[in-house]
């Protein structure tokens, strides 16, 4: 996009997003005053590492819901949902979201993802009408905030349904624009897909509109607020459904897929011996992953990902941990200090102390200028 030149302040991240060959914002001024936007007004951000797959032909449905954890057949045009990949092991090979159109259907995942998905996926198309294909020339924007509905419909965007419902608008840029309402426990999350060409006209469309841009450090904080893992850092091939999320990307009731098997024997036996939680931190922010023990030195997992919060600062992570500890309430401890896992309650009161405390704390001079 447009950004270098933009805002010729921002702090450039070394590492490239997510395989999209593309250097990512840290960010634009201070990252503490863009969760603040995004927790209390609205922010827009850059989703380069988000790419497309169009499958079509006879039997998209049949073939794709024998494919992933979540339900096609079920799905109405016009909606989402999140599904996991698995392999004939159960073990989850990536993970997307579908959105179902009268005549096709598009899976948005990450660009690192998409060539080995594409191949499993191929591997699987024997005698079916099925077309799959990466999507080109696409680029996505997002934005998330308790605003963020108000100024869309502000900067003239339609608005989907609600949650996991999307609009497609032809007549918005030079391809038709897709508008998609995301999976937001904390805030409301909105991505627009358009044409790269289209995508610098967008942005500034949305800047006037009243929405202080985010970087990958704000983002970084509001994903662990919300409890969301993200494949390749929390999560891979190692690890069962159930041991990440046993709910959002499963559906049971759906007919045979791939997996399924182990899925269910999981289900039935009502079991598994590690789970992905949210933790808090005492300590230091740890290099990841962080092993992390109980008593004598006995490694009971690892945390995968970690930020700081502002205001204390508080430490906040994901970490894969065996049951076995949290069941008999030990001590857990990495290189840095100790840390304690999560549950609903005490995660809601987090996110309730952190969004009383942006609210407050915003101030309207905190806009960073675009140039």
Known sequence: MHLAEKYPGAEWSSDQAQ?????????????????HALLS?????????????????????RWLNGMITNTIKDLPAGHSNYSYVLNAQGRILGDLTACRFPDHIL????????????????????????????????????????????????????????????????????????????YGPVVPRFTLWMAEADAPAFWDRLAVAGMMPAGADALEMLRLLEGVPQ?????????????????????FNKG???????????????????????????????ALPAPVEVGEAQAIGEITSAAALPGGPRLLGLAMLRNEAMERQQTLT????????????????????????????????????AK
Not at 121 to 134: R, S
Request: proline share 5%.
């Open 19 to 35: 395989g999209s060959g593309r250097a990512i914002v840290r960010r634009f001024g201070d990252a503490a005053q863009e969760l």
């Open 41 to 61: 007004t609205a922010a827009v951000f850059d989703l380069a590492h988000r790419s497309l797959l169009s499958i079509r032909g006879g039997d998209q449905q």
């Open 107 to 182: 899976l948005v995942t990450d660009e690192t993802q998409v060539a080995g998905l594409a191949e499993h996926f191929d591997h699987f198309i024997i005698m079916d009408d099925v077309e799959l294909e990466k999507v080109q020339g696409r680029a996505a924007i997002g934005l998330a905030g308790p605003e963020a509905a108000l100024l869309l419909e502000r900067a003239g965007l339609p608005l989907p349904e609600g949650p996991l419902t999307f609009v497609d608008a032809p007549d918005l840029g030079s391809q038709p624009v897709l508008i998609l309402q995301e």
């Open 231 to 251: 494949y390749g850092v929390d999560f891979s091939e190692k690890y069962l459904p159930q041991e990440v999320d046993g709910s959002r990307p499963l559906h």
């Open 256 to 286: 045979c897929y791939l997996g399924q098997e182990i899925v269910e024997r999981i289900r039935s036996r009502a079991t598994v011996h590690r789970q992905l939680r949210v933790v808090e931190l005492t300590g230091t922010l740890p």
């Open 334 to 369: 990495y290189e840095g200090g100790t840390l304690r896992a999560l549950d609903a309650a005490a995660l809601t009161a987090l996110r309730t102390e952190i969004l009383s405390s942006a609210a407050q704390q915003l101030s309207p001079a905190a806009q960073h200028p």
